[in-house]
Structure formats: C-alpha cells, structure tokens
Antibody, heavy 124, light 109 residues
Framework: QVQLQESGPRLGKPSGTLSLTCGVS?????????WTWIRQPPGRGLEWIGE???????NNNPSLTSRVTISVDKSKNQFSLKLTSVTAADTAVYYCARSQLNSASGSGSYMDVWGKGTTVTVSS | EIVMTQSPGTVSVSPGERATLSCRAS??????LAWYQQKPGQAPRLLIYDASTRATGIPARFSGSGSGTEFTLTISSLQSEDFAIYYC???????????FGQGTKLEIK
C-alpha cells in the first residue's frame, strides 16, 4: 500500500525558507491522484496548504499562496514544499498526504493516505 | 474561502453511548465533505468521505449524513478508542482550496 514520508530540516530561521519533501513508496506519484501538504500548529487545528498533480498543476491556500511553492519530481517519486519568509507562526507539524481526484472539478478532494508528519520549528 | 464551523468544541460522552458531532459550511459544498479522526501524536485518519461513505476499514458504528451546508458525524456505542479529535473538511468543486473545521474534541464522561 502507498506510504508517505516527510523529510527536511526540523529548524528554520525567521525570514528564511522552509523546504520539505514527501517521498512516496508503494505506488506511483504519476497515478491519478493529487498530492497535498497540510500543517498543524502546536495545540491547534489542521490547515490545508496546497496540492499538486503529477502534471504540475497546483492549487494553494489563498492565505499562503504568495509564499508557497509545491513541486513534483516524478523521477524520484516525491513532491516538495517550499515556504518562504517564515516566521514563528509557521511552526507546526507538517503532513503530506495523498488526495483522491475530485472527478467533477479535476482537483483533489479528501486525503486518504497521510504521512506521519514532521515537526518544524521556526526560531532564531 | 469556504468556512467550516464545527460544534460543539468539546463533547463529553460515556462509553457505550452515542455521540453526534456537527459541521456547518458557509456555503453549499454539496456532498463534498470528509471526516477525520486524530489521536494525540498521530496523523489524522480518514473516516468518512462524500459525506456518508465510510473509508476502508472504518467500523460501521461511524456514520455520516448531510448535504449542502449541514453535516453530522454519528458514532454509535462509543468505544474507548473513539475518544479523539474529529475534523470535517470540505472539497467543493469551486473554489479548489480545501478547508477544515476547527475540530471537536470527544472526551470520556
């Protein structure tokens, strides 16, 4: 079955860039799914960051879109998140997930497979 | 942005009893709604999608209902492992941005 694993630095500096990668195993990133990033600040709820299809099409959270880049590397079967100009408010557990295709809209829908999450702290 | 509002924030229920959790959307999302369960230190787990379809391996005591703007997750005969935080999430056709509710904590009474 498909498994996802987040990786990347656990600590970032204010005004810097947060970069995370999600490795996909047990399946192909070129399947007809979308691949999603979600985050959860300490003690708070879930926030959808954005999603990407293997075609390169993306959808982002409007509140983060100016700082977010999501990309896919089909050769490595992985996708990545870059978040620029980070502050302490970006401290969170970051999850990657697989989203099923919404056949009506062509974008992603619900997330049926999740990685375990990685904690990223932004601090000087 | 479609805003999802869950109620109550916390609900206390005894094992063996029924729990009813609510989720409201700020505009119609048709049946494009999912429910997740999250336990401390774990990633969320998909329970229900398309408002009422149980995900693979989810026990029959979990059921979802509703459409449009009002949705309900019902857990009949609560088991000890059901005490967790529950989130709803919309995936309406437009706009493509997904949003979660703020969560309902289900605790043991």
């Amino acid at each position: 079955q498909v498994q996802l694993q987040e990786s990347g630095p656990r600590l970032g500096k204010p005004s810097g860039t947060l970069s995370l990668t999600c490795g996909v195993s047990g399946g192909s990133i070129s399947s007809n799914n979308w691949w999603t990033w979600i985050r959860q600040p300490p003690g708070r709820g879930l926030e959808w960051i954005g999603e990407i299809h293997h075609s390169g099409n993306t959808n982002n959270n409007p509140s983060l879109t100016s700082r977010v880049t999501i990309s896919v590397d089909k050769s490595k079967n992985q996708f990545s998140l870059k978040l620029t100009s980070v502050t302490a408010a970006d401290t969170a557990v970051y999850y990657c997930a697989r989203s099923q295709l919404n056949s009506a809209s062509g974008s992603g829908s619900y997330m049926d497979v999740w990685g375990k999450g990685t904690t990223v702290t932004v601090s000087s | 942005e479609i805003v999802m509002t869950q109620s109550p924030g916390t609900v206390s229920v005894s094992p063996g009893e029924r729990a009813t959790l609510s989720c409201r959307a700020s505009q119609s999302v048709s049946s494009n709604l999912a429910w997740y369960q999250q336990k401390p230190g774990q990633a969320p787990r998909l329970l229900i999608y398309d408002a009422s379809t149980r995900a693979t391996g989810i026990p029959a005591r979990f059921s979802g209902s509703g459409s449009g703007t009002e949705f309900t997750l019902t857990i009949s005969s609560l088991q000890s492992e059901d005490f967790a935080i529950y989130y709803c999430q919309q995936y309406n056709n437009w706009p493509p941005a997904k949003t979660f509710g703020q969560g309902t904590k289900l605790e043991i009474k």
